[in-house]
């Protein structure tokens, strides 16, 4: 079972840094690939990273360079390190689990059922 819970959001004046978590309570995290979305007001979410059971990354364009994902499958946590933070990155972060069998066996990442409640991220002088 799959259960998905996010943390390290905050208010940060522009050009700082937040790093987000996402630490699942299922047995099966090392298979899991996972992604990270936003969702800001009046926008839909939109798709911010991705990791793979084997590490491999994905990012929007407009967070490359600025993001880094990466996971600790000791921890069953995947981290969101977001540096050089601007206005525009102000959302409600979500984390993603994809368990499908396929993604694991193929290492690659598709929007899964799982999701997290979120975490707030505001950017804000």
């Known amino acids: 079972q799959v259960q998905l819970t996010e943390s390290g959001g905050g208010l940060v004046q522009p050009g700082g840094s937040l790093r987000l978590s996402c630490t699942d309570s299922g047995r099966a995290f090392s298979i899991l690939a996972m992604g990270w979305y936003r969702q800001a007001p009046g926008k839909q979410r939109e798709f911010v990273a991705s990791?793979?059971?084997?590490?491999?990354?994905n990012y929007a364009d407009s967070v490359k360079g600025r993001f880094t994902v990466s996971r600790d499958n000791a921890k069953n946590t995947v981290y969101l390190q977001m540096n050089n933070l601007k206005p525009e990155d102000t959302a409600v972060y979500y984390c993603?689990?994809?368990?499908?069998?396929?993604?694991?066996?193929?290492?690659?990442?598709?929007?899964?059922?799982?999701w997290g409640p979120g975490t707030q991220v505001t950017v804000s002088s």
């Open positions: 990791i793979t059971s084997r590490s491999a990354t």
């Open positions: 993603n689990a994809d368990a499908a069998l396929e993604s694991y066996y193929s290492d690659t990442y598709n929007q899964g059922s799982h």
